[in-house]
């Protein structure tokens, strides 16, 4: 079964830090973007954070630049997303999800059930 | 950053009736490479989302074909044919164009 499975979320305090895994399975993981989108209590989907298939591409929103960083291990099929210096706004449950690296661009086609990061004192 | 405005941001379709969402892109999405970077996706309630559509048109494998998008450059619609129960959720455009990629704010489909 093709499956992400995102993992590591908790409650944590201002200025704490977390890392967030987004377990593969399933397909071939390294010809996959893998994209992490948050979404806080009662709103919309934001888009955080991306990595290219083989690593060499990364790209962050505004938001978390130089608080969060993106990884992957290939070998372990798993991405990550190491969270520092955490603020109450990023309170979200986070997702992962794939998107191809192909001739024909496609769109973000599997998601992860999401995991839960609370920011509180 | 690219900003992507949804209308409306809430509708109530009998069941059977058709249904339409719009969204705007502050700039085109259409790549040098030919391709138009915008996808629809919907949040059923306390789900993951899901992909709808990609490449502007293009149905993603396992949508019931009462569901299309349509649209080119910055204007954007998606259509469903015929609303069923199970289509009640919250619908989301987004453009992967240029990071940051950004989403519309949210379109809440309900049954009436």
């Known amino acids: 079964e093709v499956q992400l499975v995102e993992s590591g979320g908790g409650l944590v305090q201002p200025g704490g830090s977390l890392r967030l895994s987004c377990a593969a399975s399933?397909?071939?993981?390294?010809?996959?973007?893998i994209h992490w989108v948050r979404q806080a209590p009662g709103n919309g989907l934001v888009w955080v954070a991306r990595i290219k298939s083989d690593g060499t591409v990364i790209n962050y929103a505004d938001s978390v630049k130089g608080r969060f960083t993106i990884s992957r291990d290939n070998a372990k099929n798993t991405v990550y997303l190491q969270m520092n210096s955490l603020r109450a706004e990023d309170t979200a449950v986070y997702y992962c999800?794939?998107?191809?690296?192909?001739?024909?661009?496609?769109?973000?086609?599997?998601w992860g059930q999401g995991t839960t990061v609370t920011v509180s004192s | 950053d690219i900003v992507m405005t949804q209308s409306p941001l809430s509708l109530a379709v009998t069941p059977g009736e058709p249904a339409s969402i719009s969204c705007r892109s502050s700039q085109s999405l259409l790549h040098s490479n030919g391709y138009t970077y915008f996808d629809w996706y919907l949040q059923r309630p306390g789900q993951s989302p899901q992909l709808l559509i990609y490449?502007?048109?293009n149905r993603a494998s396992g949508v019931p074909d009462r569901f299309s998008g349509s649209g080119s450059g910055t204007d954007f619609t998606l259509r469903i044919s015929r609303v069923e129960a199970e289509d009640v959720g919250l619908y989301y455009c987004m453009q992967a164009l240029l990071t940051p990629h950004t989403f519309g704010q949210g379109t809440k489909l309900e049954i009436k």
């Open positions: 999800a794939r998107r191809a690296v192909a001739v024909v661009p496609g769109g973000m086609d599997v």
């Open positions: 399933g397909f071939m993981f390294n010809n996959y973007w």
């Open positions: 490449l502007g048109s």
